[in-house]
């Protein structure tokens, strides 16, 4: 069963990618926070002391994961394989120069930007102001290595999961950071 899933899926990303990298990166980007919660809430906590999961985040993570990130992701990835075709180091150098300097930023600011809108806050700007130089830091550590690996070794069809899989890590340390 879950091979036959694992096929339908592998089509769908074939025949459609933007649905099935979106399909893929939501449930990663969830899975991430879903994980968090459980850590904070359920795993770090005193048997009587235990949260419910906040199902309002857990939905707002979804939205951004499925509807909005992996979108701008496809998008800037299709644009870099077009400017910079292939593997060879020159153009992996220039992809992760624009990604981190470009990609990143923009990304970071739509998660934030976003994340705030969904939650209903008046000043759109103010936790990216009080988080964007840290979080911009943290994730230079994180995907610049991430990104020499996805640029250097994966086909370009392979970007937008690859990257899903990485956030598995990277939101886990997004979300520490936006719950401070």
């Known amino acids: 069963m879950l091979h036959r899933a694992a096929g339908a899926l592998k089509g769908l990303i074939a025949k459609r990618p933007i649905i099935g990298n979106g399909i893929i990166f939501g449930g990663l980007y969830t899975s991430a926070e879903f994980m968090g919660q459980t850590f904070n809430n359920k795993i770090s906590r005193p048997v009587g002391e235990k949260l419910p999961y906040d199902t309002d985040t857990l939905a707002r993570y979804t939205f951004m994961g499925s509807c909005v990130l992996p979108?701008?992701?496809?998008?800037?990835?299709?644009?870099?394989?077009?400017?910079?075709?292939?593997?060879?180091?020159?153009?992996?150098?220039?992809?992760?120069?624009?990604?981190?300097?470009?990609?990143?930023?923009?990304?970071?600011?739509?998660?934030?930007?976003?994340?705030?809108?969904?939650?209903?806050?008046?000043d759109l700007l103010a936790e990216w102001r009080q988080k964007i130089f840290k979080t911009f830091v943290t994730a230079s550590v994180f995907w610049v290595p991430a990104s020499l690996i996805n640029f250097k070794f994966l086909p370009p069809q392979a970007r937008v999961i690859y990257v899903g899989i990485c956030q598995l890590i990277w939101?886990?340390?997004?979300?520490?950071?936006?719950?401070?």
């Open 71 to 122: 979108h701008s992701l496809w998008a800037f990835y299709k644009v870099l394989d077009a400017k910079f075709i292939g593997n060879a180091w020159p153009m992996v150098i220039s992809k992760l120069t624009i990604d981190a300097l470009l990609v990143t930023p923009v990304n970071l600011t739509i998660f934030y930007v976003g994340m705030s809108a969904l939650e209903g806050k008046e």
């Open 171 to 180: 939101v886990s340390i997004l979300c520490a950071i936006k719950r401070e």
